[in-house]
């Protein structure tokens, strides 16, 4: 972005969301007892300021913070909310017999998660 030039209502927003990051995680040690928090009371806090960051109304106190986890589950799948959703894609291929086979159009990451221990976990 050159001198003069405006940001997009979308740049504006990223900016608003990097601010309030840097800004928790800069006053993270201001809590009292911060240094013997556990690795999981450290990744949720950091994934709660994810959360607000992106959507303070949405995904803020207990019930968002639940909401925004879902979201990343989604992430993880590899939906992406910021396009418009479309099936996942199917691929035809020959193995090594000539049969024909299909291919869900799985992400890596995805095709080795069990989603419904993720799910369980999440609301137990």
């Not at 940001?7 to 911060?34: A, F, H, P, S």
């Not at 869900?104 to 990451?109: E, S, V």
Request: with cysteine; aromatic share 12%.
């Amino acid at each position: 972005m050159g001198k003069g030039t405006e940001m997009t209502k979308e740049q504006e927003r990223v900016k608003k969301c990097i601010d309030y990051l840097i800004n928790y995680i800069n006053t993270y040690d201001k809590q009292k007892g911060y240094l013997d928090y556990s690795d999981k009371i450290i990744i949720d806090d950091m994934l709660y300021g994810i959360g607000v960051a992106l959507s303070p109304g949405e995904y803020q106190f207990a019930s968002g913070y639940y909401k925004f986890k879902l979201r990343l589950i989604d992430h993880l799948k590899g939906i992406n909310y910021d396009r418009p959703r479309r099936p996942a894609a199917n691929h035809s291929r020959r193995d090594n017999g000539g049969n024909l086979r299909v291919v869900l159009g799985l992400n890596r990451i995805g095709a080795g998660i069990n989603w419904n221990d993720i799910r369980e976990y999440l609301n137990p």
